[in-house]
């Protein structure tokens, strides 16, 4: 199976900066690899897919990079309603395996 | 608007049985793959297993095969989950999910809660 690393696990940041969140796959997906936000209490929302592609009607301060084993997701420009957990999932090979989850909190 | 409503969950005792369904609506149900994804309490996102748009593939986690099975009603825009042999571990909201063509989740139901508890 395919082990999905987030880091951090945790993160503070203040309303207005940028953060980066990694993931790391312990072996090669190429790009198959899925950004999604998850606010307590809802469903998970549907961020990035294909590493880099937007999902349709996400704001353009959310993106992602990466191929092979190490990917990144950005956001830009903090907002209230960005503090959240976010999680990868990789799709190149059954079992779609997730990260551990990255914890956004206001500091 | 692609809408999944699932419903299903409830309080089930050890070594019970529950059946999970999705409504789907929005889309063309038949041409897409869907998935099941779970979360314990206070825990991260698991998957759990998908089926292919025409039910003539379907995968599992290894922490539910055997005991769980994924299948669709295509005439019925509908999603199933049949949880056999449950256990306390397997209590968590089930959420389930619309593939994209070429992989990876797009859209997500409510989710249902499955608690599993003598």
């Known amino acids: 199976d395919i082990q999905m690393t987030q880091s951090p696990s945790s993160l503070s940041a203040s309303v207005g900066d940028r953060v980066t969140i990694t993931c790391r796959a312990s072996?090669?997906?190429?790009?198959?690899l899925a950004w999604f936000q998850q606010k307590p209490g809802k469903a998970p929302k549907s961020l990035i897919y294909?590493?880099?592609t937007l999902q349709s009607g996400v704001p353009s301060k959310f993106s992602g990079s990466g191929s092979g084993t190490d990917f990144t997701l950005t956001i830009s420009s903090l907002q209230p309603e960005d503090f959240a957990t976010y999680y990868c999932?990789?799709?190149?090979?059954?079992?779609?395996?997730f990260g551990q989850g990255t914890k956004l909190e206001i500091k | 608007e692609v809408q999944l409503l699932d419903s299903g969950g409830g309080l089930v005792q050890p070594g019970g049985s529950l059946r999970l369904s999705c409504a789907a609506s929005?889309?063309?149900?038949?041409?897409?793959?869907m998935s099941w994804v779970r979360q314990a309490p206070g825990k991260g996102l698991e998957w759990v297993s998908t089926?292919?748009?025409?039910?003539?593939?379907?995968y599992y986690a290894d922490s539910v095969k055997g005991r769980f099975t994924i299948s669709r009603d295509n005439s019925k825009n509908t999603l199933y989950l049949q949880m056999n042999s449950l256990r306390a571990e397997d209590t968590a909201v089930y959420y389930c999910?619309?593939?994209?063509?070429?992989?990876?989740?797009?859209?997500w139901g409510q989710g249902t809660l499955v608690t599993v508890s003598s």
């Open positions: 999910a619309k593939v994209r063509l070429r992989g990876g989740i797009d859209y």
């Open positions: 929005g889309f063309t149900f038949t041409n897409y793959a």
């Open positions: 089926i292919s748009g025409s039910a003539g593939s379907t």
């Open positions: 999932q990789q799709y190149n090979s059954y079992p779609h395996t």
């Open positions: 072996q090669g997906i190429s790009d198959y």
């Open positions: 294909a590493a880099s």
